[in-house]
């Protein structure tokens, strides 16, 4: 695992980005991150219209429960969706998948979220990423909240 999470500043947004090859095929990757019942034993319990311009509703195994939108899905390379939580501005994440050989390069970016928010959403993501590590390799996911705590003072 060779996981690389940076953060950047986008016009008063912050931006998380993170990369990392997985030991699967493309065609695995995509499922384990958009069929439900996968996605719910690494990262997030989703329910509704998963097809483009449907809206759905996640509960993040890090406790964020908000809505959603698929705003763009070219399978098995490209998703696109908007979450928001009531009260607050809508995030972007985007995710491509790269075959590379017998394994995937896996890029996550979210956007829009803002800046008192930055170094959070960064440990989030090395979490939710180090999760889908686990799960593909059939290990069990770590305590998020645990390994957050201990990820977080390493984006201040």
């Known amino acids: 695992m060779t996981l690389i999470t940076s953060l950047r500043q986008d016009g008063g947004t912050g931006t998380v980005h993170v990369e990392d090859v997985y030991a699967t095929s493309i065609d695995d990757l995509w499922d384990a991150i958009t069929r439900p019942e996968r996605l719910a034993r690494w990262l997030a319990k989703v329910d509704g219209d998963l097809r483009v311009g449907g809206e759905f509703s996640a509960t993040f195994t890090s406790s964020w429960d908000g809505r959603g939108r698929v705003d763009e899905c070219d399978a098995p390379n490209r998703l696109v969706v908007t979450t928001w939580e009531e009260g607050r501005e809508p995030n972007e ?32 993501w090395q ?16 305590d998020w909240s645990a390994r957050w705590r201990e990820l977080r003072p390493d984006f201040d």
């Open 93 to 124: 994440i985007v995710i491509t998948l790269t075959a590379e050989g017998a394994a995937t390069r896996l890029v996550i970016e979210e956007l829009g979220f803002s800046l008192e928010e930055y170094a959070d959403h960064g440990a989030g």
């Open 127 to 142: 979490v939710h990423a180090e999760d889908l590590h686990a799960y593909l390799d059939g290990r069990p996911v770590s």
